[in-house]
């Protein structure tokens, strides 16, 4: 288990510095061309690494909701480029991270057809009241100035 959550650590560690070299890219080329070239990059790295473990997969046997995975992955990379220079690193992630809390918890109720136990919604108050105390201590900050 504590292999998955450094992995998961990890994990985030490329996704923020994805996300800042794809907004530099986005402030140079624009966002809708870093996110081309993000993906153009991603597929031919992924080309390679199936291509050597040889585990190609058979396009014929993906269920059609999974095509929606790659236009929202794209719109992702297109809109993190456009925001990410215009907001700044820590801001842009929070506000990323939040939406990612808030749709994890519709998505949960959706699936399992419940409302979320007490405990569930004060833990993602509590994540979200996290996220946003930089922005709380920033803003102190310069009124405090």
Do not use: K
Request: with cysteine; net charge positive; proline share 4%.
């Amino acid at each position: 288990m504590l292999f998955f959550v450094f992995l998961a650590l990890a994990n985030g560690v490329l996704i923020g510095t994805s996300r800042t070299i794809n907004g530099q890219l986005g402030t140079r080329a624009g966002a809708f061309r870093a996110s081309v070239w993000n993906h153009v990059v991603g597929f031919v790295f992924l080309s390679v690494v199936l291509l050597v473990l040889r585990i190609w997969p058979d396009v014929t046997d993906v269920p059609a909701a999974a095509y929606a995975g790659g236009v929202f992955g794209a719109l992702f990379v297109a809109v993190n480029s456009y925001v990410f220079p215009r907001l700044g690193a820590m801001s842009a992630s929070v506000l990323v991270i939040s939406g990612q809390v808030l749709s994890a918890v519709v998505i949960d109720c959706v699936q399992q057809g419940t409302f979320p136990a007490p405990v569930r919604l004060a833990g993602v108050a509590l994540v979200l009241l996290g996220l946003s105390l930089p922005r709380i201590t920033a803003r102190l900050r310069r009124e405090n100035t």
